[in-house]
């Protein structure tokens, strides 16, 4: 069965430092792994898409990174609007995504 | 340009009672995805639609859940006899062409209270 673990629960950051956040899955034949953003009260923003091993995507302040077991978001310099929660998904066979249970951040001025 | 809408944003219903959400996916998204989220946790799948089309229903919980998508655009998702468990944000996703590697981009969901 696809699992999908993110890591830590919540995490404080005070503005400027830098940390990563944690997916790991297991899924037999990844067709994608997505990373996702949610405000309280909204639906999930969509952020990335990583399908292979190695691959590496960045947006502003955001990076994220894939091997075959885990992917990390990396937050370089983070703001208080980069408080939220960020959801980390993959699809294997099918059509859905498997959602992992999020990492709550919030960053402090 | 619009993004996914649904409505109502809130909806209270009590317990027994059958309720319907709307949701109207991107003008030209031809893949349309409902998911169920409890608090403190990621969205859970229920149903995809590739135009009008029910292609996977798995994660429906029970024969009360039914989904349609009669002309291929907007879809509702209804519950009968709604049950206290039922309680969750549910949330509806499309994406442009084959679900299958797009991107699915969501709407705000619908909060559902039953009493």
């Known amino acids: 069965e696809d699992q999908v673990t993110q890591s830590p629960e919540a995490l404080r950051l005070q503005e400027g430092e830098s940390s990563s956040l944690n997916c790991s899955y297991t899924?037999?034949?990844?067709?994608?792994l997505f990373w996702y953003r949610q405000d309280p009260g909204k639906g999930p923003e969509f952020l990335f898409t990583l399908y292979s091993a190695g691959e590496e995507k960045e947006k502003e302040r955001l990076k994220a990174t894939l091997t075959k077991k885990e992917s990390f978001l990396h937050i370089t310099a983070p703001k208080p609007e980069d408080s939220a929660t960020y959801l980390c998904a993959v699809r294997a066979s099918g059509y859905a995504l498997n959602f992992g249970k999020g990492t709550s951040l919030l960053v402090t001025p | 340009g619009a993004g996914v809408s649904q409505s109502p944003r809130y909806k209270v219903a009590k317990r027994g009672q059958d309720v319907a959400l709307r949701c109207d996916p991107i003008s030209g998204h031809v893949s349309l995805f409902w998911y169920q989220q409890a608090l403190g946790q990621g969205p859970e799948f229920l149903t995809y639609?590739?135009?009008?089309?029910?292609?996977?229903k798995s994660g429906l919980p029970s024969d009360r859940f039914f989904a349609e998508r009669p002309e291929g655009s907007v879809s509702t998702l209804k519950i009968q006899r709604t049950q206290q468990e039922d309680s969750a944000v549910y949330l509806c996703?499309?994406?442009?062409?084959?679900?299958?590697?797009?991107?699915?981009?969501f709407g705000p969901g619908t909060r559902l209270t039953v009493l």
């Open positions: 899924v037999s034949g990844l067709r994608g």
């Open positions: 639609f590739q135009n009008e089309a029910q292609l996977d």
């Open positions: 996703a499309s994406s442009l062409a084959g679900a299958r590697y797009n991107e699915q981009f």
